[in-house]
């Protein structure tokens, strides 16, 4: 596999650069783009990113070592004088500006993904969905902010058909930034909820953030919005739109919609109806919320030709990366490891799925962060829900999660519920807490780190 044209001497011409080095080697092919000199193979173009703690330009010397054909740098790195690079102001912005240049040089339709929550699972079914027609290349991890998109865009080869880039972003100006780079055929927004708070504000903030990616639609853009959604269903974003979700109104929905296990392993079943057409669909994962991705990808693959038939295999194709809706059978309890990331929407879809499942239903819970003002009440409601929605025991943990703790308790409902200040009280307590056959939901922002949580709760027999 190769990366479409890129030299030294492009690269200098694209990101506005100064080529030093060898004239034998300003014409070099460079056949991978990286920031992490661990991943430099022969050819590769090394990108020095000075951060907080570690500046790339002290590892030029190893890249070149590793085969690296040039380096992208904002001083000569030490001991290389003699080596190819290019020397610019900003090695982030040189960065940027070369995936800008790269993705122009691509002919093949870019899917971008982006939302409050569920963009990740979208993202990796849309990318299943192509996969069944398309040589496909997606975001890998969560390499989706100003950094991770360029780099995704320019692991491009000339053998892929079709991109699927999912784009983060917690301010303003962000997404202006990141849709320049990406400049997508197709975006898919998935829902507009509580997340980054702290800096846009209120809902009407998070949607005026997102929709800046419209600027930089391709000429022929399509949009793919979430219909149930309050705001979106009454957005324009000056292209076409295809809308997704329950609601009879939406283009592309889901008819009968059911949880199920096969054996340890959760699915759920629904169809999906677009007009007079109807097709059977499974995804292997936990939880309802997830069918709104599944048909975030039935909508995308049905505008890039995908029949329907290769639709549903797609999606059964699927599975859940990271700690995100994991369900494991420890032999002691059924564990659903969501400790990936959390807000408000993504905590209700996660209580709701734990509902519906038979057996003792324990919710251990921890900080959403980035709520800004309305962080204490958006937590309480977050206890208020899960006594609505019939836990059995919740159990709180974190500065933050105690509000999740008093909103529980404010219903009066007769709930068992505990809160832990700090983690390792709450470690030392999980044994007299959990009982055999429990079924034990976690979540909490990413910042949390809860994943020490999970392998307390493998660990009980």
């Not at 007079?276 to 936990?286: E, G, I, L, M």
Request: proline share 4%; aromatic share 6%; with cysteine.
């Amino acid at each position: 596999m190769a990366l479409k044209k890129l030299t030294p001497d492009i690269v200098a011409r694209a990101v506005g650069g100064r080529y030093v080095g060898p004239e034998s080697a300003r014409h070099a092919p460079i056949t991978s783009v990286v920031r992490d000199d661990r991943h430099v193979t022969e050819g590769s173009l090394f990108v020095c990113i000075r951060g907080e703690r570690v500046d790339g330009h002290d590892f030029a010397a190893r890249a070149y070592v590793s085969g690296a054909a040039c380096c992208l740098c904002q001083r000569t790195p030490p001991d290389a004088e003699d080596k190819p690079h290019v020397l610019v102001d900003s090695t982030l912005d040189a960065l940027k500006a070369l995936g800008e240049y790269y993705r122009r040089q691509l002919q093949i339709p870019v899917v971008g993904v982006t939302g409050s929550v569920g963009k990740t699972s979208a993202k990796e079914m849309i990318a299943a969905v192509l996969s069944t027609r398309y040589h496909v290349l997606k975001t890998e991890e969560n390499l989706n902010n100003e950094i991770g998109v360029p780099l995704t865009l320019l692991s491009i080869q000339e053998e892929h058909e079709a991109a699927v880039v999912e784009m983060g972003i917690s301010n303003f100006g962000e997404m202006r930034r990141i849709a320049k780079m990406v400049r997508p055929d197709i975006c898919v927004i998935t829902a507009i909820g509580h997340s980054h708070l702290e800096n846009l504000g209120s809902l009407e903030g998070v949607l005026r953030a997102k929709a800046e990616v419209f600027e930089y639609m391709t000429p022929k853009g399509l949009a793919v919005l979430n219909g149930d959604d309050a705001l979106l269903s009454q957005y324009d974003p000056g292209v076409p739109v295809v809308t997704f979700g329950m609601g009879a109104r939406c283009d592309v929905r889901a008819e009968s919609v059911r949880q199920r296990m096969d054996g340890p392993e959760p699915f759920v079943e629904f169809t999906v109806a677009r007009g007079d057409a109807r097709f059977d669909a499974r995804v292997h994962a936990f939880g309802t919320h997830l069918v709104y991705g599944a048909l975030a990808a039935a909508a995308v693959g049905n505008a890039l030709g995908v029949p329907d038939e290769e639709i549903a295999r797609g999606l059964m194709d699927f599975r859940p990366v990271g700690r995100r809706a994991r369900v494991v059978s420890t032999g002691y309890i059924t564990l659903i490891d969501d400790c990936y990331n959390a807000n408000p929407t993504s905590m209700r879809a996660a209580l709701t799925s734990l509902s519906a499942l038979e057996g003792r239903k324990v919710a251990l819970l921890g900080d959403m962060f980035e709520l800004g003002e309305e962080s204490d009440r958006l937590h309480r409601e977050i206890g208020e829900f899960a006594a609505r929605c019939g836990v059995d025991c919740l159990i709180c943990c974190g500065q933050k999660a105690e509000f999740i703790f008093k909103g529980l308790i404010s219903t009066g409902q007769e709930v068992e519920a505990w809160h832990f200040p700090l983690k390792a009280a709450l470690i030392s307590a999980l044994p007299r807490l959990i009982r055999p056959g429990d079924n034990v939901l976690v979540k909490a922002s990413h910042g949390m780190h809860f994943e020490e949580l999970v392998q307390a709760l493998e660990a009980l027999r």
